[in-house]
């Protein structure tokens, strides 16, 4: 498989992988505050369902569009300033956010720190896989973790900032994003040297040995790849976008508490999205895959039926080993199309945020018609889709 001309022989790049997780964290931080505050607009502008899931599709459907477009610009030319631009985007979405007193303003905001998503990422993934020092999994996971326990830590603090002052304190989460622009600015001056020091262009920059694979078996495997970003996505969409809502129906939670139970779950997550990387790495990326997705069913198809207790403990299972995948498709993804790397991180990047959209859109039109619980019992099946990885190529030879 290609392997990166840079430090591979030195071994990963610690330093830039970790400024860069924590911009990470810095960044997603800031979206999650977005579906944090979902129960807080829908209360102060009596919005539905439908209305919700609408915010949710335009934040994402923004990020998703424009991702594989922006990778694909920096595979022909590396955008290192593109990292300060994105925060730069979504400092100003999150304070509009904080201001915003109309359904069509909120959804200006939320475009707005989508785009910023949009930029950010690509090249974000780019860096880290350069940083990797042959270690792709290992780095895709340093910096995954940022970004999922950003996403964790946003619910928690709107819960102590937000939910009991209201809407205007959104804006205390812009003083955070100077921190990642300040991050992002020291990563962006190493890529640079990187770029100044290799003068190689992002194609150069791997090498060209041949994976062995067909394009035909390669597209067949792009699109098992894009059925379990589907099934990862859409179920993840019910519960980061809809578990505060089913929690305060069905248990009778305070908004608050709702917050904390979300905070959980997103922090089992972060914990999978660390372990998913490295296991790739050490025992293919085609066995975690496989058990990541298909693996959380049992726990997936429990938990629309048990108390509240077992509701926390299956939710921190579902969260472990549904998010070990994604580092593992993003990894497998890139050595299927290793001088499309750009393009690659931005379409896979794309299709979570597109594919949690649609799905958070959809699910909440059926929330309005059938109910919220009903929703958890229909996404419970999603994982059972995990069965397709086994059509995937085995690259387990190439990663070792």
């Known amino acids: 498989m290609a392997q990166l001309h840079t430090s591979k022989n030195h071994g990963p790049a610690y330093t830039v992988l970790y400024m860069l997780s924590f ?9 999650s505050v977005i579906p944090a505050i979902y129960p807080l607009l829908k209360n ?20 998703s569009l424009f991702q594989p477009l922006v990778g694909s610009i920096t595979d022909r030319k590396p955008k290192p300033l593109a990292l300060i631009g994105g925060a730069l985007c979504t ?77 205007g304190n959104v804006l205390w989460f812009v003083v955070g994003s100077f921190f990642g622009i300040v991050a992002l600015y020291k990563v962006g001056k190493w890529y640079s040297s990187y770029l100044t020091k290799k003068n190689l262009t992002p194609r150069q920059q791997l090498s060209t040995k041949p994976n062995q694979i067909t394009k035909g078996r390669i597209r067949l495997s792009i699109a098992v790849l894009i059925v379990l970003i589907f099934s990862k996505y859409f179920y993840m969409a019910s519960m980061t976008n809809y578990f505060t809502f089913y929690l305060i129906e069905k248990f ?87 001088n499309r790397v750009g393009m690659v991180s931005g379409l896979f990047f794309g299709l979570a945020f597109g594919l949690g959209g649609v799905g958070s859109a959809l699910l909440g039109n059926l ?21 397709v990885a086994a059509l995937l190529p085995n690259l387990r030879e190439s990663e070792d």
């Open 367 to 387: 929330a309005d018609q059938t109910g919220i619980e009903y929703v958890f019992q229909l996404c419970a099946f999603l994982p059972l889709l995990g069965v």
């Open 252 to 338: 009778q939670v305070s908004i608050q508490q709702s917050q904390l139970y979300l905070f959980t779950f997103l922090g089992a997550v972060a914990i999978g999205t660390y372990f998913g990387g490295p296991l790739g790495d050490r025992y293919g990326r085609k066995k975690i895959i496989w058990g990541s997705i298909l693996g959380a069913a049992p726990f997936t198809l429990l938990l629309p039926y048990v108390g509240l207790f077992w509701v926390l403990v299956l939710s921190i299972c579902i969260g472990i080993i549904i998010a070990s995948a994604f580092s593992a498709i993003l990894v497998f993804a890139q050595e299927l199309l290793p």
């Open 44 to 63: 102060n502008y009596a919005l539905s369902f439908t209305q919700v899931g609408l915010i949710a599709l335009s934040y994402q459907l923004t990020a």
């Open 91 to 167: 400092l100003v979405g999150i304070a509009a956010l904080s201001r915003a007193n109309t359904f069509v303003w909120i959804l200006v905001a939320v475009s707005l720190i989508g785009l910023g998503s949009a930029i950010f990422h690509p090249e974000s993934s780019r860096v880290a896989n350069l940083a990797s020092g042959g270690k792709r999994g290992l780095a895709q996971s340093i910096f995954q973790i940022g970004g999922n326990s950003g996403s964790a830590v946003g619910p928690l603090l709107v819960a102590a900032l937000v939910i009991p002052y209201g809407q």
């Open 23 to 31: 911009a990470h964290f810095v960044n997603d931080a800031l979206q």
